[in-house]
């Protein structure tokens, strides 16, 4: 298996440290407002490379932080004249349920960070103590960038032209800013009640300090606290290469002394149709906003569109969304959830050729499964794992039309459809539960119809079909016959 390592910036072999168990850590949201569409592109692509390493049979433990303090969530919690708690509670159950609805599953752990303070302090304490952070005359702790010399790799900064005695204290900046950073935050009126006393040694003197953590530590703590010195992986969006993740490294290995983590992901950005997204351009979305616009389609479907269309590119480049792109896939899904259909039906009317499964059959879903496999392996390529997937829809189709298969590779061929889905997310099972049961007025009027159809009753027939569709069914004639399905 090959991946894109933002470190070396080349394509390298994965790896993992240790062989039992494979350690990823994503960041978690910032929870002061609902996630929209380019949060959500970001944890699609975590959750499948997630998803492809246990595919590929790696043991994978996942943790995932939730930054429930920062300098958003304390301006907008006291803004709404709610509580930190409450206010950022509340976002959290929000971004847990928008990432269901689109079949990402959740971190093994999903860590909220104002629960990590004892974790903050220790490291902090220890950078203290290593001459890496100082106290400053503002009462906060600032990380000394220049006591780290391997800071800038990861982002690959110039760091000569770094002015001396220069600090930021704000959560996010530029590479043109880089500078020591804030790892303790002293207490400005505008926090509010949000702030906690920790004591911490500076010079051999316990001093007492009334504020809250930094962004930055928040993730190299949760990562402490849950993985130990190193991981295997460290992914999120580009957009925190700097500052955020080359923070990371420094704080973590300048506690540690070892690598912090052997491997970095990083996804590219979301546009939507070409352009920057923000509410200025008005082309700024949450799942809310599409559920929205597209309350006439069923929200499951709409959903798995959604995913479709973050797939739908390599993860580390941009992906464009539209709303012609979203309804390209509820297109696609549709013809999707039809193969299945048939499938099933073909399986339950019982197989027309020779039983068992041949070595022709066995030989090419062995193709099927080693290709699609290859692409999960070629740096998590979704594009063309996804057109495996279409091209196996194609076969299914084609071979059930000609009623080739026997049931027993019929079953097989189902197997399949579940097989891609581990990772892909983007095929319903449910509907062949609920294509089974057709209540049965809705079977005589079929009946009916099919028989005003073959006594050339053309009126009769579609004034049943007409009698159908207004109680939500519609009518598929194939060459096998003729069947209603629920719309």
């Not at 509010?192 to 010079?203: D, H, R, S």
């Amino acid at each position: 298996m090959e991946l894109f390592n933002t470190k070396t910036r080349k394509v390298e072999e994965f790896k993992p440290l240790k062989q039992q168990e494979v350690k990823v850590y994503y960041c978690g949201p910032t929870v002061y407002n609902f996630a929209h569409i380019g949060n959500l592109r970001t944890y699609v692509f975590c959750d499948l490379v997630v998803k492809s390493l246990k595919f590929l049979g790696y043991n994978v433990k996942t943790v995932m932080n939730i930054t429930d303090v920062d300098d958003k969530t304390i301006r907008d919690s006291q803004a709404a004249g709610e509580t930190l708690k409450e206010y950022t509670e509340k976002y959290t159950k929000h971004f847990l349920e928008d990432i269901e609805k689109i079949w990402i599953t959740q971190a093994d752990e999903v860590v909220p960070v104002t629960g990590l303070i004892p974790e903050m302090v220790r490291m902090i304490q220890t950078m203290l103590n290593r001459k890496n952070a100082y106290l400053a005359e503002d009462g906060s702790i600032y990380f000394d960038v220049k006591s780290f010399k391997k800071y800038g790799r990861l982002a690959h900064l110039d760091m000569k032209g770094m002015k001396e005695s220069v600090r930021v204290d704000n959560d996010e900046y530029e590479k043109d800013n880089a500078a020591d950073f804030v790892l303790w935050k002293s207490w400005k009126e505008s926090d509010g009640e949000n702030f906690w006393n920790e004591t911490f040694t500076v010079n051999g003197e316990e001093v007492v300090l009334k504020g809250r953590p930094g962004w930055h530590i928040e993730c190299s703590a949760c990562n402490m606290k849950h993985f130990g010195a190193q991981i295997d992986i460290h992914m999120w969006g580009c957009d925190l290469v700097f500052p955020h993740h080359q923070n990371e490294v420094a704080q973590t290995e300048a506690c540690t002394r070892k690598e912090f983590a052997k491997y970095w992901l990083h996804s590219g950005h979301l546009t939507v149709d070409g352009k920057k997204m923000a509410k200025s351009a008005n082309n700024f979305y949450t799942i809310a906003d599409l559920e929205k616009k597209y309350s006439n389609i069923e929200q499951e479907l709409l959903f798995r569109a959604i995913r479709l269309s973050f797939m739908n590119g390599k993860y580390s480049d941009s992906v464009d969304f539209s709303f012609d792109k979203i309804e390209a896939n509820i297109n696609t899904l549709n013809k999707v959830d039809e193969s299945v259909k048939n499938l099933s039906r073909s399986i339950n009317n019982g197989a027309k050729s020779v039983s068992g499964i041949s070595r022709d059959f066995r030989n090419e879903m062995q193709v099927v499964v080693s290709e699609y496999m290859a692409r999960l392996e070629d740096d998590f390529n979704m594009p063309e794992a996804i057109a495996e997937f279409h091209g196996f829809v194609k076969f299914v189709n084609t071979w059930i039309a000609d009623k080739t298969f026997s049931v027993e590779e019929e079953m097989a061929l189902m197997d399949m459809y579940e097989t891609f889905n581990t990772v892909l997310g983007i095929v319903n099972f449910d509907i062949i539960e609920a294509d089974e049961e057709i209540p049965a007025d809705i079977l005589e009027l079929l009946e009916q119809r099919n028989a005003a159809k073959a006594e050339k009753d053309f009126d009769t027939a579609d004034t049943l079909r007409d009698a159908l569709s207004a109680q939500g069914y519609k009518i598929v004639d194939s060459r096998d016959g003729s069947y209603v399905e629920k719309v």
